[in-house]
């Protein structure tokens, strides 16, 4: 038996599905990532002055214990 095998024919990139596939997930990425940036810049937190930062918390390894213990223990 002889086989005889044709050639595979070659097509232009654009028309490869999963090439479109690829670019679209990017194109998604970076729409979303632009998105995402808008809207942080947009919406920002204001920044606190430093003494009310400082003041708000003492800046101990533990005061969240602390807080938590003394919220517990508060009656209703």
Known sequence: ???VLSPIPTVPWWRVGVMWLFVGGLGVVVAGSFALLFTAVRHADTVLPQ???????????TSPAQQAR???????
């Open 1 to 3: 038996m002889s086989a």
């Open 51 to 61: 003494v009310a930062a400082r003041s708000a918390v003492p800046n101990t390894p």
């Open 70 to 76: 003394n919220h517990a223990a508060t009656p209703r």
